[in-house]
């Protein structure tokens, strides 16, 4: 049996599922809804609720399943599995990296910490105009794809009123990518902006954060240079 709550406020769509799953329940219930709830809400976070009481998927549910994924798979900006069924959470942390939003397992007990993670920001943007046409951009904690939207936005803003600028952009508290999506996303933003600053200067902390400033070079035409994290003040002197 699955049933299904009306998307929140939020945009969390919640689904329990007990009993035993045939191919209906998924043709007739599942994808409809799932169908509905995209056609309002470009990208849903999914809260999916398994057990107590769940016995498993006929063989036609499991092929229902794995075709509502691929068919649905870019539309769920982040998910949260409730469960007590062991295969079930091996089977969501074998499998999950292939999505591109986060997924999170909670024990039955821990739904409302499900419900929080769901709404909560893992991490943002923020911007700042440091003057003599330099851009701060800091990217803080763990960004997913709603969080490149807002960014991009704030972005296209400043550009519109700053045709030449120099990018100082801030990884110095960045923790990495919520899924592929986001990362994804990060891929587009650069590709879409590439040619508008005329200087870049990446400072951080990480290895791979350098090895990525290199590899950049290749794609945007603005001169561009890596500062370790302690030279915050020599990264600005370059742009000014």
């Known amino acids: 049996m699955i049933e299904i709550a009306p998307v929140s406020p939020e945009g969390i769509l919640e689904i329990r599922m007990t009993g035993t799953l045939n191919s209906e329940d998924y043709e007739k219930i599942l994808a409809p809804a799932m169908d509905a709830a995209l056609a309002d809400h470009e990208r849903l976070r999914l809260l999916v609720r398994i057990g107590p009481g769940f016995d498993g998927l006929t063989a036609g549910a499991v092929w229902s399943d794995a075709r509502l994924g691929l068919r649905h798979w870019s539309g769920f900006e982040r998910i949260a599995v409730v469960t007590d069924v062991d295969w079930i959470a091996t089977m969501v942390k074998m499998f999950g990296f292939?999505?591109?939003?986060?997924?999170?397992?909670?024990?039955?007990?821990?739904?409302?910490?499900?419900?929080?993670?769901?709404?909560?920001?893992?991490g943002s943007f923020h911007m700042s105009d440091l003057g003599n046409g330099i851009l701060h951009v800091q990217l803080l904690g763990k960004l997913d794809s709603a969080a490149y939207e807002r960014g991009e936005e704030a972005l296209d803003a400043y550009i519109r009123d700053h045709s030449d600028f120099k990018l100082l952009l801030d990884l110095r508290e960045f923790d990495g990518w919520q899924g592929l999506g986001a990362l994804g996303d990060h891929l587009k933003l650069v590709r879409d902006h590439r040619h508008i600053p005329t200087r870049v200067a990446v400072v951080g902390d990480e290895d791979w954060q350098k090895l990525a400033v290199k590899l950049m070079r290749r794609f945007i035409s603005a001169e561009s240079r890596y500062f370790d994290e302690d030279r915050f003040e020599d990264a600005k002197r370059f742009l000014a």
């Not at 999505?99 to 909670?106: D, K, N, S």
């Open 98 to 122: 292939a999505l591109p939003g986060p997924v999170q397992i909670f024990e039955q007990d821990e739904g409302d910490d499900a419900r929080r993670w769901l709404s909560e920001s893992l």
